[in-house]
């Protein structure tokens, strides 16, 4: 991930952690979040499964429209 290597060449030139992710806009929390022990973590956003909605049409009512 670009942020995080941005970063970590940012810290790596004496640079601290909330002043190098104010640049890009992003909270050092959010850096921490993207970070564990050294590793940048997957994205999982889009894989995590979601329940259906509770007012989700059926399809007999989806065909009824």
């Known amino acids: ?3 995080v290597e941005l ?3 940012a810290r790596g030139n004496g ?3 909330i002043p190098a992710c104010d640049v890009l806009n992003i ?3 959010t850096y921490q979040r993207w970070v564990n022990n050294g590793n940048v ?3 999982k ?3 995590v499964v ?3 909605p509770k007012n ?3 399809e007999a009512e989806k065909e009824k429209l």
Do not use: V
Request: charge should be neutral; hydrophobic fraction near 40%.
């Open 41 to 43: 973590l997957e994205y």
């Open 50 to 52: 979601r329940p259906t």
């Open 15 to 17: 640079a601290r952690l």
């Open 56 to 58: 989700t049409l059926t």
């Open 1 to 3: 991930m670009l942020a």
């Open 7 to 9: 970063i970590d060449e």
């Open 45 to 47: 956003r889009p894989t």
């Open 27 to 29: 909270s050092a929390i």
